[in-house]
């Protein structure tokens, strides 16, 4: 794919979304921080339900870690995983108290010496809370950066590194959102809304669906 044509996608997908953000609901780069370790193998809708009523009742590494195990496992017992997950959460905390006082670090290295975050989520973070202009790859971008042509690799890592040199930079900030919301609404695992696509005549799929 020539660069004129990975422009006019990022073009059209601002567009039709000026100001892309996840979907996942929060105030702070620490809840931030827990809903993303709490998304893995979970809806973004699971986690928001379950998160409304912790937040409220503890927001803070302190306060999370006052809650405990049982009593942080209490607010998350619907999302999937839920106990490793809080283990997780818990440590997380408590590293957080201990080296960073109680504050989200802004380095991709200190956020993955944390438990439970590996260099997607601390893309999440970096580039939601912290406006960097990192791509985060989850399947739904890695279905999306491979089918189109936009930037093709076998593996995660690859289609990062690719989307990252490929993508124009100033579409770099918003790039993880535009594409995570085309795969999950549009460029869908098992059928591809071809018909509704806004890119459907640049991408460079060969099987586009007709209805």
Known sequence: MNPQKRRKIFERLRSANPHPTTEL???TPFELLVSVV????????????ATEKLYRVANTPQA???????GLIE????????????????????????????????????????????????????NTAFGHPTIAVDTHIFRV???????PGRDVREVEDKLLKFVPEGFRKDAHHWLILHGR????????????????????FRKKTKA
């Not at 979970?42 to 986690?47: E, I, L, Q, Y």
């Not at 869908?188 to 459907?200: E, H, S």
């Open 75 to 126: 607010h998350i017992r619907t999302i999937g995983l839920y106990r490793s997950k809080a283990k997780h959460i818990l440590e997380t905390c408590r590293l957080l108290v201990e080296r960073h006082g109680g504050k989200v670090p802004e380095s991709r290295e200190a956020l993955e010496a944390l438990p439970g975050v590996g260099r997607k989520t601390a893309n999440v973070i970096l």
């Open 38 to 49: 709490l998304s893995a193998q979970a809806t973004d809708k699971s986690v928001n339900l």
């Open 145 to 151: 950066a491979n089918r189109t042509g936009l930037a």
């Open 185 to 204: 609404y549009v460029c869908k695992a098992r059928k591809p809304a071809c018909p509704a696509c806004v890119i459907r005549d640049l991408c460079e």
């Open 64 to 70: 999370l870690l006052a809650l405990g195990m049982e």
């Open 25 to 27: 609901a929060y105030r």
